[in-house]
């Protein structure tokens, strides 16, 4: 049972443009929301979050939109630069109140960004 | 750098056998998680320990185990060794007040021959 999913595997852009990379969820326990940068051999790296609470959130050139009742969000690069390619996941927790936080992760989306 | 450290980088080793990967967490984290990733499963959560105590269990094997020292640095051990185990393992640190935001370490590549 897959409850992030990230249905586009793949997406190409031209440098410059807007990058947008989609999720979706069935979790409505799910109250927190993150996406995370991968190139290979490395491990992930923290990106952007958002809680449920809020419906937009912006850092510099990344903005996360959430869209609770369609249970979607998603992530805007803009521009795009060569060097964010690189597989894009979504993640999302259900934070109990307590210290538990684990992630639960989409497969990723290969983002490749073309000069 | 996410300042988290992991040991080894890489691992190959035989059915049946036994290791240990090794994690240190950022100066100041209480929490750490280990993920694993496969080719087929994607990203998967283990297994979680806060300040020494075990706090959340994911679909972690039996064959496999955790612990969280005193100094905070974590093992992951990973027994009986089956070619299906053969993964990228990564753990993960947070502070205590921002939980939800987790620093991945570069990961250890297990090869089960």
């Known amino acids: 049972d897959q409850q992030v999913k990230q249905n586009s595997p793949s997406l190409s852009v031209q440098e410059g443009r807007i990058s947008i990379l989609n999720c979706d969820y069935t979790n409505s326990m799910f109250d927190y929301f993150l996406w995370y940068k991968k190139y290979p051999a490395e491990g992930p790296t923290f990106l952007i979050s958002i809680s449920s609470i809020k419906d937009k959130n912006e850092d510099g050139r990344f903005t996360v939109f959430l869209n609770k009742s369609a249970k979607h969000l998603s992530l805007h690069i803009v521009p795009s630069q060569p060097g964010d390619s690189a597989v894009y996941f979504c993640a999302a927790s259900a934070g109990s109140g307590g210290s538990n936080y684990k992630l639960t992760f989409g497969k990723g989306t290969l983002l490749t960004v073309n000069p | 750098d996410s300042g988290v450290t992991q040991t080894p980088k890489h691992l190959i080793t035989a059915t049946g056998q036994r290791v240990t990967l090794r994690c240190s967490p950022r100066s100041g984290d209480l929490s750490v998680y280990w993920y694993q990733q496969s080719l087929d499963q994607g990203l998967q959560f283990l297994i979680q320990?806060?300040?020494?105590?075990?706090?959340a269990k994911g679909n972690i094997l039996e064959r496999f185990s955790a612990q969280q020292f005193p100094d905070l640095h974590s093992e992951l051990n990973l027994s009986s060794l089956e070619l299906g185990d053969s993964a990228l393992y990564f753990c993960?640190?947070?502070?205590?007040?921002?939980?939800?935001?987790?620093?991945f370490g570069p990961g250890t590549r297990l090869t089960v021959t």
């Open positions: 993960a640190s947070s502070a205590r007040d921002r939980g939800y935001e987790q620093y």
């Open positions: 320990y806060y300040n020494g105590e075990e706090r």
